[in-house]
DNA sequence: CCTCAGCTGTTTTTT
DNA sequence: ACAGCTGAGG
């Protein structure tokens, strides 16, 4: 049947998306048109009457790639993708949960510890418990619990292997934390994973249940599944269930957090038995890079083969500089994206890729001093603020008092003369009564009485209000507002908190209109649960599962800045990789780790094929790290690439800037004035016509050429600009 | 309770 | 260099 679906793929991506009823394993290239196939096998599946919407699994590792599933898919069919099964583990895992908490043995109303969350939480703990430490670090507790928890082992799987005090020790804290959150009805990311693999693992109609109910499960990026998410998956599948594995084991890059390359191999053989398609076209760069990709990754021992091709011609030589210092690299850069700006290529099309995040402030003061607008991805996360995150303590204690790690957060934030002192009797009584603190705090007095009874009082007024009215009164009611409204640095962060208030209502809207079309669609029984939960709760989680989400500050056009590790999956029509220097990459840690450097290697191909036309290699001779001059040597994998695909640049002469350029020399600055002669104010509102709206920070020079300092926030991301002065009051 | 000086450890990161 | 945390002192 010539569906329209299938013409526009090759021979080799059309086999993957029709393949028969059984699981096959897709080793999808860089560029090869992955999330396509993937996609269309789930559009076409159901196009084809062979399974319905509510019959697919889909998993992906982030919310951007299922959302964008989402996205494709609602393009091509006319179905609702409400009630569709698409998600990230996480995601899932707390579908899973909300609707079988009881089951599962967590409260009706648990709430989701983030990494910070969790550290707070153990190192709650090991005080509580007196431990050492400087013995027991907070962090490595933290890493001894998350592996386990994702190789799917418990306590008392660690305990039983332990072959020393210290891990039998540490044993004992992972078995005390679980008690803990327990108690606290709270949940950290491997917890949702590990308890939703439980609950199916043990509970047989369930699982039934939903075996007989996927009957083909989709998995995007597989190379980066963990030993619990493999697990995970063979548990949704039943022997009617087939499986669609999409990855590319050259792009595995997280085994240093748990995941699990062999997991292909071992894919292939409980699964696949050899249903293996390879998409080996690649769509998205030229013949050069292509090649120096190939050359670089097929020195890399464990791989499962594959080799890039493109009908595309050879394209642009690669260009590699060699530096004197990280300045002159920076410098170097700058003249090179202002070139290419100036042919018309979009600065938001152009990445500059580093191996680790302290690398980028060098070019970002390069950049900042050209007036290169650019935008750092990686950084804080909106939900990750610190003033985010006392407004969702404050929500939290309102769903649920026995989580300690909100109580504590917000007890004495802002200030109500609740100290350390108060708060230690109050953590004893609370043991000695074997109770949580916000029980101890309702019997007890004094000031802490008083905050009990904040709390209740803004329960009980916030009771019937629609989410973003609620939320609005909490960061009234419990001073958050006042106390930043009286900082006089709090600007930024009274701004956040109305862009939470927004957040919410857009939560709302968005539910209520996806309600509106499921209801319609699937009237299952088992996921009624989720649209009677409260709203107040889907957002907590919804806060905590897509912390990255709310990133606003595209739309700009903005020079990209990244980690290599952040750039997986994005492509761009000019990459620059800086820093390419032994001991920075392959970074020296990864020598004293096993396959460390094929890891590093992995990285360095995906950083090559995020290239579209052209790409730049760039090493310094010195570089300023850890306070210390440094010189390093060329990274070995320049010696890698083929010569004949490279271009060194000689400085300046080769390059495409104007011959002789020297970066401006600094203006005086004339910090914190506003009596200037530019006609403007610092902290004046103004307009851009190409950034927007933003806030007058400083000023350098005088008179009517002043370049003047503008921060143009985008709801809270860091993105500062150098505008000249050609600006009109907002 | 708050502030500031001194100490420490600095890959990558999603959920 | 520098951020983030701890402990002493106001």
């Given at each position: 049947?010539?569906?329209?679906?299938?013409?526009?793929?090759?021979?080799?991506?059309?086999?993957?998306?029709?393949?028969?009823?059984?699981s096959?394993?897709?080793?999808?290239?860089?560029?090869?048109?992955?999330?396509?196939?993937?996609?269309?096998?789930m559009?076409?599946?159901?196009?084809?009457?062979?399974?319905?919407?509510?019959?697919?699994?889909?998993?992906?590792?982030?919310?951007?790639?299922a959302?964008?599933?989402?996205?494709?898919?609602?393009?091509?069919?006319?179905i609702?993708?409400?009630?569709m099964?698409?998600?990230?583990?996480?995601?899932?895992?707390?579908?899973?949960?909300?609707?079988?908490?009881?089951?599962?043995?967590?409260?009706?109303?648990?709430?989701?510890?983030?990494?910070?969350?969790?550290?707070s939480?153990?190192?709650?703990?090991?005080?509580?418990?007196?431990?050492d430490?400087?013995?027991?670090?907070?962090?490595?507790?933290?890493?001894?619990?998350?592996?386990?928890?994702?190789?799917?082992?418990?306590?008392?799987?660690?305990?039983?292997?332990?072959?020393?005090?210290?891990?039998?020790?540490?044993?004992?804290?992972?078995?005390?934390?679980?008690?803990?959150?327990?108690?606290?009805?709270?949940?950290?990311?491997a917890?949702?994973?590990?308890?939703?693999?439980?609950?199916?693992?043990?509970?047989?109609?369930?699982r039934?249940?939903?075996?007989d109910?996927?009957?083909?499960?989709?998995?995007?990026?597989f190379?980066?599944?963990?030993?619990?998410?493999?697990?995970?998956?063979?548990?949704?599948?039943?022997?009617?269930?087939?499986?669609?594995?999409?990855?590319?084991?050259?792009?595995?890059?997280?085994?240093?957090?748990?995941?699990?390359?062999?997991?292909?191999?071992?894919?292939?053989?409980?699964?696949?038995?050899?249903?293996?398609?390879?998409?080996?076209?690649?769509?998205?760069?030229?013949?050069?890079?292509?090649?120096?990709?190939?050359?670089?990754?097929?020195?890399?021992?464990?791989r499962?083969?594959?080799?890039?091709?493109?009908?595309?011609?050879?394209?642009?030589?690669?260009?590699?500089?060699?530096?004197?210092?990280?300045?002159d690299?920076?410098?170097?850069?700058?003249?090179?994206?202002?070139?290419?700006?100036?042919?018309?290529?979009?600065?938001?099309?152009?990445?500059?890729?580093?191996?680790?995040?302290?690398?980028?402030?060098v070019?970002?003061?390069?950049?900042?001093?050209?007036?290169?607008?650019?935008?750092v991805?990686?950084?804080?996360?909106?939900?990750?603020?610190?003033?985010?995150?006392?407004?969702?303590a404050?929500l939290?204690?309102?769903?649920?008092?026995?989580?300690d790690?909100?109580?504590?957060?917000?007890?004495?934030?802002?200030?109500?003369?609740i100290?350390?002192?108060?708060?230690?009797?109050?953590?004893?009584?609370?043991?000695?009564?074997?109770?949580?603190?916000?029980?101890a705090?309702?019997?007890?007095?004094?000031?802490?009485?008083?905050?009990a009874?904040?709390?209740?009082?803004?329960?009980?007024?916030?009771?019937?209000l629609?989410?973003?009215?609620?939320?609005?009164?909490?960061?009234?009611?419990?001073?958050?507002?006042?106390?930043?409204?009286?900082?006089?640095?709090?600007?930024?962060?009274?701004?956040?908190?109305?862009?939470?208030?927004?957040?919410?209502?857009?939560?709302?809207?968005?539910?209520?209109?996806?309600?509106?079309?499921?209801?319609?669609?699937?009237?299952?029984?088992s996921?009624?649960?989720?649209?009677?939960?409260?709203?107040?709760?889907?957002?907590l989680?919804?806060a905590?599962?897509?912390?990255?989400?709310?990133?606003?500050?595209?739309?700009?056009?903005?020079?990209?800045?990244?980690?290599?590790?952040?750039?997986?999956?994005?492509?761009?029509?000019?990459?620059?990789?800086?820093?390419?220097e032994?001991?920075?990459?392959?970074?020296?840690?990864?020598?004293?780790?096993?396959?460390?450097?094929?890891?590093?290697r992995?990285?360095?191909?995906?950083?090559?094929?995020?290239?579209?036309?052209?790409l730049?290699?760039?090493?310094?001779?010195?570089?300023?790290?850890?306070?210390?001059?440094r010189?390093?040597?060329?990274?070995?994998?320049?010696?890698?690439?083929?010569?004949?695909?490279?271009?060194?640049?000689?400085?300046?002469?080769e390059?495409?800037?104007?011959?002789?350029?020297?970066?401006?020399?600094?203006?005086?600055?004339s910090?914190?004035?506003?009596?200037?002669?530019?006609?403007?104010?610092?902290?004046?509102s103004?307009a851009?016509?190409?950034?927007?709206?933003?806030?007058?920070i400083d000023?350098?020079?005088?008179?009517?050429?002043?370049?003047?300092?503008?921060?143009?926030?985008?709801?809270?991301?860091?993105?500062?600009?150098?505008?000249?002065?050609?600006?009109?009051?907002?």
């Open positions: 049947m010539p569906l329209p679906l299938l013409e526009t793929l090759n021979p080799e991506q059309r086999a993957a998306v029709t393949l028969p009823h059984a096959a394993l897709i080793l999808a290239g860089a560029g090869s048109g992955k999330t396509r196939v993937l996609t269309t096998r559009a076409w599946l159901i196009q084809t009457g062979q399974v319905s919407p509510l019959g697919v699994l889909a998993v992906t590792f982030t919310n951007k790639a959302k964008e599933m989402l996205t494709r898919i609602s393009a091509m069919l006319p609702n993708t409400r009630g099964w698409v998600g990230t583990f996480h995601g899932l895992s707390n579908r899973l949960l909300r609707t079988h908490w009881r089951e599962a043995g967590l409260p009706q109303s648990f709430q989701i510890l983030d990494s910070a969350d969790q550290l939480a153990i190192k709650r703990l090991l005080k509580s418990l007196n431990v430490t400087e013995r027991y670090e907070p962090k490595k507790v933290q890493w001894f619990i998350n592996g386990n928890k994702e190789a799917g082992r418990r306590a008392r799987d660690a305990d039983a292997d332990a072959y020393d005090e210290y891990s039998m020790r540490m044993a004992e804290l992972y078995e005390a934390y679980d008690a803990q959150c327990q108690r606290e009805g709270v949940a950290d990311f917890e949702l994973l590990l308890r939703s693999y439980e609950l199916l693992y043990r509970n047989e109609p369930l039934q249940h939903y075996q109910r996927f009957r083909h499960i989709l998995i995007d990026e190379q980066d599944t963990n030993t619990l998410q493999y697990r995970w998956l063979k548990l949704f599948a039943g022997p009617h269930t087939a499986l669609f594995a999409v990855g590319d084991d050259d792009q595995s890059i997280y085994a240093f957090r748990g995941a699990n390359t062999a997991n292909m191999a071992e894919f292939e053989r409980e699964f696949a038995h050899g249903n293996v398609i390879k998409l080996e076209q690649n769509y998205r760069s030229h013949g050069n890079i292509l090649t120096a990709a190939n050359t670089l990754i097929s020195q890399n021992a464990h499962l083969g594959k080799n890039l091709w493109t009908v595309e011609g050879d394209g642009e030589p690669i260009r590699v500089f060699n530096a004197y210092s990280d300045q690299e920076a410098s170097f850069v700058v003249d090179e994206v202002r070139a290419l700006n100036r042919e018309d290529v979009a600065l938001s099309d152009m990445a500059l890729l580093y191996r680790s995040n302290a690398q980028s402030r070019l970002e003061h390069a950049l900042f001093s050209a007036s290169v607008p650019y935008r991805y990686g950084g804080l996360r909106f939900f990750e603020r610190q003033e985010i995150k006392h407004a969702l404050y939290r204690l309102l769903t649920n008092p026995e989580d790690g909100a109580f504590l957060r917000v007890v004495n934030f802002p200030a109500r003369g100290g350390a002192r108060t708060l230690e009797q109050l953590a004893d009584g609370a043991a000695r009564a074997g109770t949580s603190l916000w029980q705090a309702c019997t007890g007095g004094g000031k802490v009485a008083g905050f009874k904040l709390i209740e009082s803004i329960r009980q007024a916030t009771r019937d629609p989410l973003a009215e609620a939320i609005d009164h909490v960061i009234e009611a419990s001073g958050l507002a006042d106390y930043y409204r009286a900082d006089k640095e709090g600007a930024d962060r009274l701004e956040n908190l109305n862009e939470l208030i927004n957040a919410a209502a857009l939560f709302s809207e968005e539910s209520a209109s996806a309600d509106a079309v499921g209801a319609a669609v699937a009237p299952e029984a996921v009624s649960a989720e649209t009677t939960q409260p709203e107040l709760e889907r957002f989680a919804h905590a599962l897509e912390a990255g989400e709310h990133q606003a500050g595209a739309g700009h056009d903005a020079l990209q800045l990244m980690t290599v590790h952040a750039a997986k999956g994005l492509e761009f029509h000019a990459v620059f990789i800086t820093g390419l032994e001991g920075l990459f392959p970074h020296e840690q990864s020598a004293h780790e096993e396959n460390g450097l094929e890891e590093e992995r990285l360095m191909y995906v950083a090559i094929t995020r290239a579209r036309r052209r730049y290699l760039s090493h310094a001779q010195s570089r300023m790290l850890h306070g210390q001059v010189y390093g040597l060329p990274s070995r994998f320049l010696d890698e690439l083929p010569e004949q695909v490279l271009l060194p640049l000689n400085r300046r002469s390059s495409a800037a104007s011959p002789g350029y020297r970066a401006p020399a600094p203006m005086p600055r910090q914190g004035q506003s009596g200037n002669d530019t006609g403007y104010k610092v902290g004046q103004v851009h016509a190409k950034f927007g709206t933003g806030i007058i000023f350098e020079g005088r008179g009517p050429d002043a370049r003047v300092q503008v921060k143009f926030r985008d709801a809270g991301t860091k993105w500062l600009a150098l505008a000249y002065a050609r600006l009109s009051p907002a």
